[in-house]
């Protein structure tokens, strides 16, 4: 099947880099769908399938696939970081 404008969804998802390496991975809308990687690209490429199985259960549970949410959006906010002095009395 060709994709078309009209049957390809983008979602919104949420890249969170691990301490530890790799990214984990979710999408907002669509409540436990979930996937990691160990790079960037790797953890894009798993959360594609990962939301690609995630819409066909819905479609075999008999459920409605959501609407892409594009409202929601993550960026960068700079804070100041707070100090505190704690002296003893």
């Known amino acids: 099947m060709k994709a ?21 991975v979710t999408v907002p809308v669509l409540p436990g769908c979930i996937s990691e990687g160990d790079t960037f690209e790797e953890a894009k490429s798993n ?3 990962a939301i690609q199985v995630y819409l066909e259960s819905l ?10 949410d594009n409202a929601t959006f993550v960026g960068p906010i700079e804070v100041i970081r707070p100090s505190i002095t704690i002296t003893s009395v």
């Open 4 to 24: 078309t404008s009209q049957n390809v969804l983008k979602y919104d998802a949420v890249f969170e880099e691990q301490e530890v390496g790799g990214y984990t």
């Open 47 to 49: 959360i594609a399938e």
């Open 59 to 68: 479609l075999m549970e008999g459920e409605e696939i959501p609407d892409p």
